[in-house]
């Protein structure tokens, strides 16, 4: 029972569904429309599974392979598009456009050592891929329907573990392993990266939202004490 769905009623979780993913999942994304749930982990040739939801059972539709693992999913904002990130040898991170029975590739892209978080912008113009990757472990890519054209990277220490564009897309936060900046916002005007400020967080961020109005940003991850 890797993978569990859940019905929320305001006070309870009652379970509605579950599903086995080999070693691990390690990420879900709902689909805009809430039709579909994309999952990612370590699952052999199965890594990534695309399943329909009818409100009662999760049916598989479709899976693809991403190497030794599939670390992040995530669906464009209009759900035509889904991108993953992971250890996929040249391939780490991928776009694939959905057209409700299966995953046809876009574009890929390398991403050094392996893809932790990939990050659509609000109006779906831009994927922000974060992970270990030398003095590129943050990169933003334009994304025109076809390919990933890149516009603008950032180191980030060790690792950039999560991201997550603020709600008007005018601002990136960034979170991994980075010394006294762990966590990073930066503000984006389309073509470039700017560092607006920066925070530690004791070892490491493993997570990192926005608030629906963008005006907090929430941080998790190995803190110590706090």
């Keep these: 029972t890797d993978l569990i769905v859940?019905?929320?009623?305001?006070?309870?979780?009652?379970?509605?569904?579950?599903?086995?993913?080999?070693?691990?999942?390690?990420?879900?994304?709902?689909s805009p429309d809430c039709r579909y749930l994309a999952v990612g982990g370590n699952n052999g040739s199965t890594d990534i599974i695309v399943y329909s939801f009818d409100g009662s059972l999760l049916t598989q539709v479709t899976i693809k392979g991403h190497g030794a693992?599939?670390?992040?999913?995530?669906?464009?904002?209009?759900?035509?598009?889904?991108?993953?990130?992971?250890?996929?040898?040249?391939?780490?991170?991928?776009?694939?456009?959905?057209?409700?029975?299966?995953?046809?590739?876009?574009?890929?892209?390398?991403?050094?050592?392996?893809v932790y978080s990939v990050s659509w912008s609000p109006d779906g113009k831009y994927l922000a891929v974060g992970g270990s990757n030398g003095s590129s472990d943050l990169i933003v890519y334009a994304f025109d329907g076809f390919s990933l054209t890149q516009i603008d990277t950032k180191s980030h220490g060790t690792y950039a573990r999560s991201i997550s564009w603020s709600p008007d897309g005018m601002y990136v936060a960034v979170g991994g392993n980075n010394g006294t900046q762990d966590v990073i916002v930066y503000s984006f005007n389309g073509s470039s990266l700017f560092e607006i400020v920066s925070k530690a967080h004791g070892y490491y961020a493993d997570s990192i939202s926005w608030s629906p109005d963008g005006r907090y940003l929430a941080v998790g991850g190995y803190y110590g004490s706090t």
């Design 69 to 114: 693992i599939a670390y992040s999913v995530s669906w464009s904002p209009d759900g035509r598009f889904l991108a993953v990130g992971g250890d996929n040898g040249s391939t780490d991170a991928i776009v694939y456009s959905f057209n409700g029975s299966s995953l046809i590739q876009n574009d890929s892209k390398d991403h050094g050592a392996e």
């Design 6 to 30: 859940y019905s929320f009623d305001g006070s309870s979780l009652t379970l509605i569904d579950t599903k086995n993913h080999g070693n691990a999942a390690y990420s879900v994304s709902w």
